[in-house]
Protein backbone atom coordinates (compact mmCIF):
# COMPACT_ATOMS: atom_id res chain seq x y z
CA UNK A 1 0.00 0.00 0.00
CA UNK A 2 0.97 3.36 -1.00
CA UNK A 3 0.54 5.96 2.11
CA UNK A 4 0.69 9.42 0.50
CA UNK A 5 2.56 11.68 2.86
CA UNK A 6 1.14 14.67 3.85
CA UNK A 7 2.91 17.92 3.51
CA UNK A 8 3.74 19.95 6.17
CA UNK A 9 1.32 22.86 6.43
CA UNK A 10 3.69 26.47 6.35
CA UNK A 11 3.45 28.42 9.39
CA UNK A 12 2.72 32.24 8.42
CA UNK A 13 1.59 35.13 10.14
CA UNK A 14 -0.15 37.40 8.08
CA UNK A 15 1.45 41.14 7.82
CA UNK A 16 -0.67 42.66 4.85
CA UNK A 17 -3.03 44.24 7.79
CA UNK A 18 -0.33 45.10 10.10
CA UNK A 19 0.31 48.37 8.20
CA UNK A 20 -3.04 49.43 8.64
CA UNK A 21 -3.36 48.70 12.38
CA UNK A 22 -0.01 50.77 12.95
CA UNK A 23 -1.93 53.84 10.56
CA UNK A 24 -4.74 53.33 12.66
CA UNK A 25 -3.00 53.90 16.10
CA UNK A 26 -0.91 56.73 14.31
CA UNK A 27 -4.34 58.67 13.61
CA UNK A 28 -5.04 58.10 17.08
CA UNK A 29 -2.07 59.11 18.89
CA UNK A 30 -2.28 62.29 16.07
CA UNK A 31 -5.22 63.59 17.53
CA UNK A 32 -4.79 63.43 20.66
CA UNK A 33 -1.56 64.68 20.63
CA UNK A 34 -1.27 68.25 21.87
CA UNK A 35 2.71 69.32 21.55
CA UNK A 36 3.97 71.22 25.15
CA UNK A 37 4.04 74.44 25.02
CA UNK A 38 5.82 74.91 28.61
CA UNK A 39 7.20 73.02 30.77
CA UNK A 40 5.50 74.17 33.95
CA UNK A 41 6.76 74.30 37.35
CA UNK A 42 6.70 71.83 40.55
CA UNK A 43 3.40 72.89 42.60
CA UNK A 44 0.89 70.66 44.37
CA UNK A 45 -2.24 71.21 43.09
CA UNK A 46 -5.20 70.81 45.68
CA UNK A 47 -7.59 67.92 45.24
CA UNK A 48 -11.79 68.52 44.86
CA UNK A 49 -14.51 66.03 44.13
CA UNK A 50 -16.10 68.04 42.06
CA UNK A 51 -13.18 68.49 39.77
CA UNK A 52 -14.50 68.60 35.98
CA UNK A 53 -12.95 67.86 32.56
CA UNK A 54 -11.93 71.35 30.65
CA UNK A 55 -12.81 70.14 27.03
CA UNK A 56 -11.96 73.61 25.39
CA UNK A 57 -7.81 73.50 25.50
CA UNK A 58 -7.99 75.10 21.95
CA UNK A 59 -8.67 78.20 24.41
CA UNK A 60 -6.55 77.45 27.55
CA UNK A 61 -4.57 79.55 28.78
CA UNK A 62 -2.07 78.88 32.02
CA UNK A 63 -0.73 80.98 35.33
CA UNK A 64 1.41 79.22 37.73
CA UNK A 65 1.63 80.07 41.29
CA UNK A 66 4.39 78.41 42.87
CA UNK A 67 4.43 77.75 46.99
CA UNK A 68 6.32 80.84 47.94
CA UNK A 69 4.40 83.26 45.83
CA UNK A 70 6.12 83.20 42.72
CA UNK A 71 4.18 83.48 39.58
CA UNK A 72 4.89 82.42 36.10
CA UNK A 73 3.68 82.80 32.46
CA UNK A 74 4.99 80.66 29.73
CA UNK A 75 7.96 79.84 31.97
CA UNK A 76 8.69 82.98 32.82
CA UNK A 77 8.72 84.83 35.88
CA UNK A 78 5.57 87.79 35.85
CA UNK A 79 4.58 90.17 38.09
CA UNK A 80 1.32 90.40 38.91
CA UNK A 81 1.01 94.19 36.48
CA UNK A 82 2.14 91.90 34.09
CA UNK A 83 -0.75 89.55 34.44
CA UNK A 84 -2.94 92.12 33.76
CA UNK A 85 -1.54 93.77 30.41
CA UNK A 86 -0.66 90.46 29.30
CA UNK A 87 -4.14 88.81 29.64
CA UNK A 88 -5.77 91.52 28.55
CA UNK A 89 -3.87 91.28 24.87
CA UNK A 90 -4.64 87.45 25.17
CA UNK A 91 -8.46 88.17 25.62
CA UNK A 92 -8.80 90.57 22.81
CA UNK A 93 -7.00 87.68 20.83
CA UNK A 94 -9.35 84.68 21.97
CA UNK A 95 -12.67 86.48 23.47
CA UNK A 96 -13.35 82.50 24.78
CA UNK A 97 -10.26 82.41 26.63
CA UNK A 98 -10.36 80.43 29.58
CA UNK A 99 -7.65 80.94 32.43
CA UNK A 100 -6.18 77.67 33.92
CA UNK A 101 -5.32 78.81 37.39
CA UNK A 102 -2.01 75.93 38.40
CA UNK A 103 -1.76 77.02 42.11
CA UNK A 104 0.21 75.12 44.45
CA UNK A 105 -1.87 73.89 47.08
CA UNK A 106 0.06 75.63 50.55
CA UNK A 107 0.60 79.11 48.75
CA UNK A 108 -0.96 81.76 51.01
CA UNK A 109 -4.68 83.89 49.34
CA UNK A 110 -3.18 86.46 49.22
CA UNK A 111 -1.40 86.05 46.32
CA UNK A 112 -3.88 83.85 45.05
CA UNK A 113 -6.78 87.11 45.46
CA UNK A 114 -4.09 89.53 43.51
CA UNK A 115 -4.10 87.36 40.67
CA UNK A 116 -7.64 86.99 40.49
CA UNK A 117 -8.03 90.78 40.62
CA UNK A 118 -5.22 91.37 37.97
CA UNK A 119 -7.58 88.93 35.97
CA UNK A 120 -10.35 91.00 36.47
CA UNK A 121 -9.23 94.31 35.30
CA UNK A 122 -7.49 92.21 32.31
CA UNK A 123 -11.74 90.83 31.92
CA UNK A 124 -10.54 87.07 31.67
CA UNK A 125 -13.52 86.19 33.69
CA UNK A 126 -13.76 82.70 32.74
CA UNK A 127 -11.25 81.02 34.74
CA UNK A 128 -10.39 77.38 36.43
CA UNK A 129 -8.92 76.33 39.65
CA UNK A 130 -6.92 73.52 38.63
CA UNK A 131 -7.43 70.52 40.78
CA UNK A 132 -6.61 66.91 41.48
CA UNK A 133 -9.69 64.32 41.51
CA UNK A 134 -9.79 63.22 45.09
CA UNK A 135 -11.66 59.59 45.39
CA UNK A 136 -13.54 58.13 47.95
CA UNK A 137 -17.13 58.39 48.68
CA UNK B 1 19.87 31.06 -38.15
CA UNK B 2 17.60 29.37 -35.63
CA UNK B 3 15.53 32.29 -33.73
CA UNK B 4 14.49 32.06 -30.38
CA UNK B 5 10.69 32.58 -29.66
CA UNK B 6 10.69 31.52 -26.43
CA UNK B 7 8.13 33.96 -24.60
CA UNK B 8 9.57 36.44 -22.52
CA UNK B 9 8.38 36.32 -18.94
CA UNK B 10 6.73 39.23 -17.84
CA UNK B 11 7.23 40.83 -14.73
CA UNK B 12 4.84 41.74 -12.46
CA UNK B 13 4.81 45.05 -10.70
CA UNK B 14 5.19 45.33 -7.05
CA UNK B 15 5.02 47.33 -4.52
CA UNK B 16 7.04 46.45 -1.45
CA UNK B 17 4.98 46.81 1.60
CA UNK B 18 6.80 44.73 3.62
CA UNK B 19 8.61 47.76 5.46
CA UNK B 20 5.49 49.72 5.62
CA UNK B 21 4.39 48.43 9.30
CA UNK B 22 8.23 49.35 10.07
CA UNK B 23 7.43 53.27 8.54
CA UNK B 24 4.18 53.24 10.38
CA UNK B 25 5.43 51.93 13.76
CA UNK B 26 7.83 54.14 14.05
CA UNK B 27 5.22 57.29 13.39
CA UNK B 28 3.64 55.88 16.59
CA UNK B 29 6.91 55.81 18.69
CA UNK B 30 7.34 59.41 17.68
CA UNK B 31 4.05 60.22 18.74
CA UNK B 32 3.58 58.07 21.63
CA UNK B 33 6.55 60.20 23.02
CA UNK B 34 5.41 63.43 22.50
CA UNK B 35 1.98 63.02 23.82
CA UNK B 36 0.80 64.35 26.60
CA UNK B 37 -2.90 63.60 28.07
CA UNK B 38 -4.72 66.39 28.56
CA UNK B 39 -4.51 67.26 32.23
CA UNK B 40 -6.95 70.25 31.89
CA UNK B 41 -9.40 69.95 35.13
CA UNK B 42 -10.45 72.01 37.71
CA UNK B 43 -13.28 74.08 39.25
CA UNK B 44 -14.71 76.08 37.07
CA UNK B 45 -15.80 79.88 38.19
CA UNK B 46 -16.72 82.94 36.24
CA UNK B 47 -15.03 86.31 37.88
CA UNK B 48 -17.17 89.28 38.35
CA UNK B 49 -16.86 92.01 36.15
CA UNK B 50 -15.00 95.00 37.41
CA UNK B 51 -17.72 97.94 37.84
CA UNK B 52 -18.01 101.26 40.19
CA UNK B 53 -22.04 100.19 40.10
CA UNK B 54 -22.62 98.43 43.70
CA UNK B 55 -25.34 95.76 43.08
CA UNK B 56 -26.95 95.26 46.60
CA UNK B 57 -27.94 92.06 47.74
CA UNK B 58 -30.34 91.43 50.39
CA UNK B 59 -28.98 89.83 53.32
CA UNK B 60 -31.55 86.34 52.83
CA UNK B 61 -30.45 85.91 49.97
CA UNK B 62 -26.37 85.57 51.46
CA UNK B 63 -24.83 82.47 53.16
CA UNK B 64 -21.04 83.70 54.07
CA UNK B 65 -18.36 81.23 54.70
CA UNK B 66 -15.44 82.89 56.40
CA UNK B 67 -12.04 81.02 56.66
CA UNK B 68 -10.05 82.02 59.28
CA UNK B 69 -6.06 82.47 58.99
CA UNK B 70 -5.74 79.08 60.44
CA UNK B 71 -8.11 77.62 57.90
CA UNK B 72 -11.17 77.52 60.32
CA UNK B 73 -14.51 77.76 59.33
CA UNK B 74 -17.51 80.01 60.09
CA UNK B 75 -20.90 80.49 58.46
CA UNK B 76 -22.29 83.53 58.98
CA UNK B 77 -22.37 85.39 62.46
CA UNK B 78 -21.59 82.41 63.93
CA UNK B 79 -18.93 82.44 66.65
CA UNK B 80 -18.78 78.24 66.94
CA UNK B 81 -16.54 76.84 63.92
CA UNK B 82 -18.32 74.16 61.12
CA UNK B 83 -16.44 71.44 60.55
CA UNK B 84 -15.51 71.23 57.08
CA UNK B 85 -17.67 68.36 55.87
CA UNK B 86 -21.37 69.73 57.26
CA UNK B 87 -20.59 72.73 54.78
CA UNK B 88 -22.21 70.70 51.78
CA UNK B 89 -25.35 69.65 53.59
CA UNK B 90 -25.93 73.22 54.97
CA UNK B 91 -25.68 74.59 51.82
CA UNK B 92 -28.00 72.08 50.17
CA UNK B 93 -30.65 72.48 52.83
CA UNK B 94 -30.28 76.83 52.47
CA UNK B 95 -30.75 76.21 48.38
CA UNK B 96 -33.72 74.09 49.43
CA UNK B 97 -35.40 76.95 51.15
CA UNK B 98 -33.94 79.60 49.37
CA UNK B 99 -33.30 78.74 45.41
CA UNK B 100 -32.08 82.29 44.98
CA UNK B 101 -29.41 81.75 47.75
CA UNK B 102 -25.35 83.33 46.58
CA UNK B 103 -22.90 81.68 48.80
CA UNK B 104 -19.97 84.33 49.39
CA UNK B 105 -16.59 82.68 50.35
CA UNK B 106 -14.37 85.40 52.50
CA UNK B 107 -10.98 83.72 52.89
CA UNK B 108 -8.23 85.64 54.83
CA UNK B 109 -5.01 86.88 52.95
CA UNK B 110 -3.24 84.59 55.05
CA UNK B 111 -5.19 81.20 55.37
CA UNK B 112 -4.13 78.52 52.91
CA UNK B 113 -5.31 78.51 49.10
CA UNK B 114 -6.16 74.86 49.37
CA UNK B 115 -8.92 75.58 52.43
CA UNK B 116 -10.49 77.91 49.75
CA UNK B 117 -10.75 75.32 47.51
CA UNK B 118 -12.03 72.24 49.87
CA UNK B 119 -14.58 75.31 50.67
CA UNK B 120 -15.60 75.60 47.62
CA UNK B 121 -15.91 72.09 46.66
CA UNK B 122 -18.37 71.51 49.10
CA UNK B 123 -19.92 74.23 48.29
CA UNK B 124 -20.51 72.93 44.68
CA UNK B 125 -21.31 69.43 46.07
CA UNK B 126 -24.02 71.51 47.44
CA UNK B 127 -25.74 72.14 44.65
CA UNK B 128 -24.73 75.56 44.53
CA UNK B 129 -24.17 77.49 41.13
CA UNK B 130 -23.90 81.31 42.49
CA UNK B 131 -20.25 81.24 43.79
CA UNK B 132 -18.25 84.63 44.77
CA UNK B 133 -15.17 84.58 46.42
CA UNK B 134 -13.64 87.64 48.92
CA UNK B 135 -10.71 88.39 50.34
CA UNK B 136 -10.76 89.37 54.46
CA UNK B 137 -7.23 91.47 54.70
CA UNK B 138 -6.00 91.73 58.14
CA UNK B 139 -6.31 89.60 61.04
Do not use: C
Not at chain 1, 75 to 82: E, G, L
Not at chain 1, 104 to 116: E, G
Not at chain 2, 6 to 11: L, V
Amino acid sequence: MKIKRIGKPKVIIPTASMADIAFLLIIFFMLTTVFRKERGQKIILPSAKSTERILKRKHLSYIWLTKDGKIFVMDQRVSQKRISYDFRLRVLEDPNLIVMLMFDKNVKYLYVDSILEALREARALRVTFSTEFKGGG
Amino acid sequence: MPFNFRKRKIEEPEIPTASMADIAFLLIIFFMLTTIFSRAKGLKMVLPEKSTEIVKIKSENMMRISINPEGKIFIDDAIIETPIYEIKNIVRERIKENPKLIVLIKTNISAPYNRMIEVYDEVLQGGADKVALQSIKGE
